[in-house]
C-alpha cells in the first residue's frame, strides 16, 4: 500500500547510513518505502487571531505499531537509525508543505545531534539550495530543537546553528522547561523563538504558581529578544489568559488540532477568545503562596569566638567592636552559644573575674540555648518567638544561619520590625480574614483593564450601620459580617470575568466585565439584607436595628446592617491610572450611601434608573442583533 518515495527523497537517499539502506527492521524498512508522512498543526497569532505557521509532526502508517513518533523515534533508537530517520523527517516535512504548495512559514522538528549530523552532511553553503529544492524558502523554515538534553557537542552545535541562520532559516527551542539544560541551551543559541512547555500552559488560569512561572520565562524573553510560543493550549480560559498575558503566539488542540492539510483559520472557540477584548481574571498567589517568608530579616556581620576562645578575648573584642551587642559562639560552621555584651562586661568588671577566669573558655558565661533563626523561614515561625515565654531575644537578639550554618547576627527590634513588615505586605496581597486579593492585586487587576482598553465597571462596596452592630456584638460577629460579604461577593461574581476583592475593613472592591452587573450588585445586596438579619439576635430583628452609641457616644438607634454599593462605569480612554478609578469609585460608594436604595451609579443615576438603563442596553443589542 505504500506509495514510492517522491523524485526530490530520492536524493535525500544519499545521506542515509548503510544501516538505513540496508537495515532489516522495520523502521528501516518502512523508510525505504517511503511510508512516513507529516500532519501540520497550526500555530496561532494570538494578537491578531490568524494562523502564523504550522509545525509538521511526523506519522507512520495508521493503525499500524509505528504511527506515533514516540514509537517511531522508540524504534529508530532500537535499529540504531536516530540520525537517519531525524533527517528523513525533516525532508518529509519540507516535501510535503512544498508540494502542498502551502502557504506560510513551517516549523520543523530536530534535534540538537541530528541537526550537526545533518548539517555536516549537506554542507553549510548548500542548505538554502536544498530547501529551495523543495520549492519553499529557507526564510519560510524554523527548526525547533528538541531533546535538548541530548545536546553533546556545543562548539559544533553552535556551528550548525550559524549555518542555519546564514541560509535565512530561524531556531526555535522546542518544549522549554522540559529538559534540564534548557536554559544554557536558551542563552547559548540565542534561538528566534522559544515554546513553552504544555506543563506551564494547562490549567495556568487556575494555578497562580505557573502564571509566575511564564512571566518569569517572559521576563528572559525580554533579555534575549526571544519571541514566545505556547504549546497545549487546550482550554478557552488558558488561551485567555495567555493573551493577557500577552504571549505573541500559541498552539494547541483549541486552535487547531494537527491534520494533513494547513489551515487558513484558527477553530472558532479560540476566534470567539481571541477576540473579546475582556480581560481574563487571573488568579492571584494570596491564596495559595505561603503566609510570608522573611524579606526583610537584617543580618549584622559579627565576628565569631569558638568554645576555646577564653573570656579575655572575648572581652578584648567587645572592647574592639564597641556596637556588637553579642556574639555568637561557633564550633566549625555550626553556632553553640551566645554570650550577651553586658552581661559579659558585667562579670568581667567584678572583683577576680579576671583572674579567676579570664584565660579559660568563653563557655561558662555563655547562653546555650540562644535563638537561632533560618535565613528562609517562614514569618510564622517568628511569631513563636515573640509570643514565647522566654523574652531573651529582646537582649540578646538572635543568631541567623544559613542551612545550619553561622551567618551572622539580629537584635530584638529587627525582629519585631521584620514580622510586622512581612505581615503588613502580606495583608496587601490578600487579607487574611477573607483571603480576598487585597490592594496590591486589585490595583493591578484595574491597571490591566485600562492598559487594555476594556470598558468595565468598578464598584466600590461598604456596610451601612457596620460600626454600632461591631461595637454591640464584638469583634468575632462583626468578622462573620465581613465574611459573608466576602462570600455573597464571590458567589454572585462570574469569577472568569469579575474580581472580588478586599480593600480591608468592610470595605470591598467589585470589578465587572459582565455586561449584567447591574443584577449580580442587586442580588448582593438583596441576599446581604436576608443573610445579614440571622446575625442580629430576635430583639433587634424585631425591632429592626439596635440602639448603640454613635460617634459623639450619644444612644440612639441603628436600623439592620445593610450593604450599600457604589459603581462607576470605566470607558476607554478615560482614565490611565488605577488610583483614579478607585477615587472615583469611593465617591460613588458615598452617594450609596446616603441613598435608601443599595446600589448607585456615579453620575446621579439611582437603582430605579439604572433598571431602566439596563433595559434599554439590552434592547439596543437586540436590535443590534
Ligand atoms: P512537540 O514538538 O512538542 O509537538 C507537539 C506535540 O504536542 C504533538 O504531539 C502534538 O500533537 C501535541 N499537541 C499539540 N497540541 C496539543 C494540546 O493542546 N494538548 C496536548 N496534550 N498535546 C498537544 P506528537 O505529534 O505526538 O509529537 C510528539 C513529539 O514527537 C513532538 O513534540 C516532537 O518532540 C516529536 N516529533 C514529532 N514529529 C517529529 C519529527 O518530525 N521529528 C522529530 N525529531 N521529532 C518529532
Ligand atoms: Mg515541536
Ligand atoms: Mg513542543
Request: proline share 5%.
Amino acid at each position: 500500500m505504500h506509495t514510492p518515495p517522491p523524485r526530490r527523497l530520492e536524493a535525500m537517499t544519499a545521506l542515509l547510513s548503510p544501516a538505513a539502506l540496508q537495515g532489516a527492521g522495520p523502521l528501516a524498512r518502512l523508510m525505504r518505502q517511503g511510508g512516513l508522512h507529516c500532519v501540520f498543526q497550526p500555530l496561532a497569532d494570538l494578537r491578531e487571531g490568524s494562523v502564523y505557521a504550522h509545525e509538521a509532526l511526523i506519522r507512520g502508517p495508521q493503525g499500524s505499531p509505528l504511527h506515533t513518533p514516540d514509537q517511531l523515534l522508540a524504534c529508530a533508537a532500537r535499529e540504531r537509525i536516530l540520525l537517519d530517520f531525524e533527517l528523513v523527517c525533516v525532508f518529509t516535512a519540507l516535501e510535503q508543505w512544498g508540494r502542498q504548495q502551502a502557504a506560510g512559514r513551517l516549523f520543523v522538528n530536530i534535534s540538537a545531534d541530528a541537526l550537526v549530523h545533518g548539517v555536516a552532511l549537506v554542507g553549510a553553503q548548500r542548505l538554502g539550495e536544498v530547501v529551495r529544492g523543495f520549492g519553499l524558502s529557507a526564510r519560510m523554515v524554523v527548526l525547533e530543537i528538541t531533546e535538548h538534553e541530548r545536546v553533546t557537542d556545543m562548539p559544533q552545535l553552535r556551528q550548525a546553528i550559524k549555518a542555519v541562520h546564514g541560509c535565512g532559516a530561524r531556531l526555535a527551542l522546542d518544549d522549554f522547561g522540559d529538559g534540564r539544560s534548557s536554559l544554557r541551551l536558551w542563552s547559548e543559541v540565542k534561538p528566534d523563538f522559544v515554546k513553552v512547555d504544555k506543563y506551564f500552559i494547562r490549567d495556568i488560569s487556575d494555578h497562580p504558581e505557573n502564571l509566575q512561572m511564564l512571566q518569569a520565562i517572559k521576563g528572559i524573553a525580554d533579555v534575549f529578544g526571544t519571541t514566545l510560543i505556547a504549546e497545549g493550549i487546550e482550554t478557552r480560559d488558558d488561551l485567555r489568559a495567555l493573551r493577557d498575558l500577552d504571549i505573541p503566539y500559541g498552539q494547541g488542540w483549541l486552535l487547531g488540532r494537527p491534520a494533513t492539510a494547513p489551515r487558513a483559520a484558527v477553530d472558532g472557540p479560540a476566534l470567539d477568545v481571541l477576540h473579546d477584548r475582556r480581560v481574563a481574571v487571573l488568579p492571584h498567589l494570596g491564596q495559595t503562596a505561603r503566609p510570608g517568608i522573611l524579606r526583610s530579616l537584617l543580618v549584622v556581620q559579627a565576628p565569631t569566638a569558638s568554645p576555646a576562645t577564653s573570656n579575655d578575648a572575648v572581652a578584648a573584642m567587645f572592647h574592639e567592636h564597641t556596637d556588637l551587642h553579642a556574639l555568637a559562639v561557633v564550633d566549625g560552621t555550626r553556632p553553640v552559644a551566645l554570650i550577651n555584651r553586658q552581661q559579659f562586661m558585667n562579670h568581667y568588671a567584678t572583683l577576680y573575674f579576671r583572674e579567676v577566669h579570664g584565660r579559660k573558655s568563653c563557655l561558662a558565661f555563655a547562653n546555650h540555648a540562644p535563638r537561632v533563626v533560618e535565613l528562609d523561614c517562614d514569618v510564622d515561625q517568628l511569631v513563636g518567638i515573640l509570643t514565647s515565654q522566654d523574652q531573651r531575644y529582646l537582649n540578646d537578639g538572635y543568631i541567623v544561619t544559613d542551612n545550619g550554618r553561622y551567618l551572622g547576627l539580629g537584635t530584638g527590634d529587627q525582629l519585631v520590625r521584620a514580622v510586622t513588615e512581612t505581615r503588613i505586605e502580606a495583608a496587601r496581597h490578600a487579607n487574611p480574614l477573607t483571603f480576598l486579593p487585597g490592594n496590591i492585586p486589585i490595583s493591578l487587576h484595574m491597571q490591566r483593564l485600562l492598559e487594555s482598553g476594556t470598558e468595565f465597571v468598578a464598584c466600590y462596596a461598604d456596610l451601612n450601620n457596620f460600626k454600632p452592630f461591631n461595637d454591640h456584638y464584638g469583634y468575632w460577629r462583626g468578622d462573620q459580617m465581613i465574611r459573608l460579604v466576602a462570600r455573597l461577593a464571590t458567589a454572585h461574581c462570574d469569577a472568569r470575568r469579575d474580581f472580588v476583592g478586599h480593600v480591608g475593613g468592610d470595605d470591598f472592591m467589585l470589578i465587572f466585565q459582565s455586561s449584567n452587573w447591574l443584577q449580580r450588585c442587586k442580588n448582593i445586596v438583596d441576599e446581604f439584607a436576608r443573610e445579614a438579619l440571622t446575625l442580629f439576635d430576635e430583639p433587634a430583628r424585631q425591632a429592626g436595628g439596635i440602639r448603640a452609641e454613635d460617634r459623639h457616644g450619644v444612644q440612639r438607634f441603628f436600623p439592620c446592617t445593610t450593604l450599600a454599593i457604589g459603581a462607576v462605569r470605566i470607558t476607554p480612554g478615560r482614565f490611565r491610572h488605577a488610583e483614579e478609578v478607585a477615587n472615583l469609585a469611593a465617591l460613588a460608594k458615598r452617594e450609596a450611601k446616603q441613598t435608601a436604595s443599595g446600589v448607585v451609579l456615579h453620575g446621579g443615576l439611582t437603582e430605579s434608573s439604572l433598571g431602566a438603563l439596563a433595559a434599554t442596553r439590552a434592547l439596543q443589542d437586540v436590535l443590534a442583533a
